[in-house]
T-cell receptor, first 113, second 110 residues
Framework: QQQVKQSPQSLIVQKGGISIINCAYENTAFDYFPWYQQFPGKGPALLIAIRPDVSEKKEGRFTISFNKSAKQFSLHIMDSQPGDSATYFCAASRNSGYSTLTFGKGTMLLVSP | DGGITQSPKYLFRKEGQNVTLSCEQNLNHDAMYWYRQDPGQGLRLIYYSQIVNDFQKGDIAEGYSVSREKKESFPLTVTSAQKNPTAFYLC?????????FGPGTRLTVT
């Protein structure tokens, strides 16, 4: 009930290509969906987040697409760069006060030069 | 310079010893969290606290303890009862849903 399933586990994209990471959730009470970026040996950093009142949110090269009926959301990284090589985590929570986040297991992205 | 600090960055302990990991924040956030990260496992919630002098167990609290005596501080003790303590430990704080993470402490128990 509380799971967030993330795919793929790992991804290799050529420089300039589009990286796409997908997440699916089960709990219909979830209504806040952030993405985190983590470099090796560092803490995760909040990248971008979406709430279900919109179907898409874009910040620079990063876009979240959200499909409420399918209970799925995805991260698109346009014009992927070697500096984007990192592990990406999706998460979900109820948008009520200090609700805890449920994380996906992560996707290791490698952007080849 | 606002943020979350965790110390030390690397920690080594012998099996059977308790060890306390430090987490401090100067963001004036009410809520604080501890996660454990293992390869391929994502982030798993150990404990969280929404207010001083109150905390709740997360998904994997067994073998861990916490205290929240000050708003700025949320130390985590890894006790000898934790069967597999070697991991990367992450502290976070939040303003409502938006969680911000510290740099982490890598604990190795041999």
């Amino acid at each position: 009930q509380q799971q967030v399933k993330q795919s793929p586990q790992s991804l290799i994209v050529q420089k300039g290509g589009i990286s796409i990471i997908n997440c699916a959730y089960e709990n219909t009470a979830f209504d806040y969906f952030p993405w985190y970026q983590q470099f090796p040996g560092k803490g995760p950093a909040l990248l971008i987040a979406i709430r279900p009142d919109v179907s898409e949110k874009k910040e620079g090269r990063f876009t979240i697409s959200f499909n409420k009926s399918a209970k799925q959301f995805s991260l698109h990284i346009m014009d992927s760069q070697p500096g984007d090589s990192a592990t990406y985590f999706c998460a979900a929570s109820r948008n009520s006060g200090y609700s805890t986040l449920t994380f996906g297991k992560g996707t290791m992205l490698l952007v080849s030069p | 310079d606002g943020g979350i600090t965790q110390s030390p960055k690397y920690l080594f302990r012998k099996e059977g010893q308790n060890v306390t990991l430090s987490c401090e924040q100067n963001l004036n956030h009410d809520a604080m969290y501890w996660y454990r990260q293992d390869p391929g496992q994502g982030l798993r919630l150990i404990y969280y606290s929404q207010i001083v002098n109150d905390f709740q167990k997360g998904d994997i609290a067994e073998g861990y303890s916490v205290s929240r005596e000050k708003k700025e501080s949320f130390p985590l003790t890894v006790t000898s009862a934790q069967k597999n303590p070697t991991a990367f430990y992450l502290c976070a704080s939040s303003i409502l849903n938006e969680q911000y993470f510290g740099p982490g402490t890598r604990l190795t128990v041999t």
